[in-house]
Every structure is written in structure tokens, then in C-alpha cells.
């Protein structure tokens, strides 16, 4: 099974365009998340989704937006690219939100880089 | 405010053990994490604890006491291989995970 997977794995984004962050993932988990990672700091949640159809914001949320059309498809959008939104962005999964215990699966990831 | 400390690094040579600590204080708790992110690598899950005290899994042991707010990893006849960041993190009263910054391990021969 291919897991999580994210398109593209690395990219160089001008000030101001836009971009979308895919993700799919093949194992039906209902919870999804994108989170954002720099150097010397923990990895921080940008938004989530429990389960299709429904979003929510996570720690730093402003300049990203995301939809859960289907169980499958997470992607992340950067209306308007700024150089702080440089940064590795990891996509998960869980097979079910809330308290019973299951782990968080990472997808590889995607180096952007905004100048 | 939530916050999870972490060294930021260590030095261990291979065969040897090393302990990794985790303080945390969060809004709630309802389990600790440990993941092993090697460079330019996906976090991978290595543990997971809710109740206090030792869960063992081959060379890796993490240990819990809530009271205290504290974790530690800890990796037995360490091997080149296990050179890698291991990030901790906490499930909050929202079932949301907060993670530490991670500890890059180096292992020398």
C-alpha cells in the first residue's frame, strides 16, 4: 500500500502566486492534518479534518486554506505565497479522530521554498 | 500556554544507551508520543504512553510518570542507524497533538 502520499515533493514559489499542496491517502483513515515544520521548532498544526466533508484550524491557519471533498484527497492552498510560508509541510493521517488511541501516519513531505 | 521541552541535541557513541527527556505542560493529558524523524525523512511513530511508567519494545523503552509532567526515551545498544531527530509529543484535552522541537541524536563510532 502506497501510504500517504504528496505532490510536489519539493517546489520554488514566487511572492504572491498561489499553490496548492496535494495529498491523498489510500488506507480510509477519517482524520487528516497539514502540518508545517522549521527549524527549531516543533511541528505545528495548520488545519485539520475529522472526517470528510468537515475542516477545522489548527495552530496557524492564516494564509492557508484546505477542503475534504472526499476520504482520500486533503489538499492545502496558499492563496497568496509570502517568504514566511517557507517551510517543510507534512501531511498525515489517523483512522479515527478524538480519544482512542491510534497513531498519526506521515506522508514524505514537501519542501517549499517562497522568495 | 502548552509548551514541551526537548534537549536539542545529544552525542552517544554506537553500543552505548542514551536517555532522551520530555517536560511537558499542556492543557490536559490524555498520552505522550515518541517519533523518530531521520533528515529530510516523515516522522514514524516508535511509542506511545497514557499510563504511568515503562512500556518496552526491543532496544526502545519510553517511560511516563504524569505527575510530574515527564518522559524519557530510552535506546539500548544504539546503532548507527538510530542517528535521527525524536520528537515528542502530547495529546491535549482536545485530542490535538502538541509537539517538542525534537532532539537530533548523533551517534559516533
Known amino acids: 500500500t502506497a501510504g500517504i502520499t504528496q505532490a510536489p515533493t519539493s517546489q520554488i514559489l514566487a511572492a504572491g502566486r498561489s499553490m496548492t499542496l496535494r495529498c491523498t491517502q489510500d488506507?480510509?483513515?477519517?482524520?487528516m492534518y497539514w502540518y508545517r515544520q522549521d527549524l527549531g521548532l516543533g511541528l505545528r498544526l495548520i488545519h485539520y479534518?475529522?472526517?470528510?466533508?468537515?475542516?477545522g484550524k489548527g495552530e496557524v491557519p492564516d494564509g492557508y486554506s484546505v477542503s475534504r471533498a472526499n476520504t482520500d484527497d486533503f489538499p492545502l492552498t496558499l492563496a497568496s505565497a509570502v517568504p514566511s510560508q517557507t517551510s517543510v509541510y507534512f501531511c498525515a493521517s489517523r483512522e479515527r479522530p478524538g480519544g482512542s488511541y491510534n497513531e498519526q501516519f506521515f506522508g514524505p513531505g514537501t519542501r517549499l521554498t517562497v522568495l | 500556554g502548552q509548551n514541551i521541552d526537548q534537549p536539542t541535541e545529544m552525542t552517544a557513541t554506537e553500543g552505548a544507551i542514551v536517555q532522551i527527556n520530555c517536560t511537558y505542560q499542556t492543557s490536559g493529558f490524555n498520552g505522550l508520543f515518541w517519533y523518530q524523524q531521520h533528515a529530510g525523512e516523515a516522522p514514524t511513530f516508535l511509542s506511545y504512553n497514557v499510563l504511568d511508567g515503562l512500556e518496552e519494545k526491543g532496544r526502545f523503552s519510553s517511560f511516563l510518570s504524569r505527575s510530574k509532567g515527564y518522559s524519557y526515551l530510552l535506546l539500548k545498544e544504539l546503532q548507527m542507524k538510530d542517528s535521527a531527530s525524536y520528537l515528542c509529543a502530547v495529546w491535549d484535552s482536545n485530542y490535538q497533538l502538541i509537539w517538542g522541537a525534537g532532539t537530533k541524536l548523533i551517534i559516533k563510532p
Open positions: 488506507m480510509r483513515h477519517n482524520a
Open positions: 479534518s475529522n472526517t470528510a466533508g468537515t475542516t
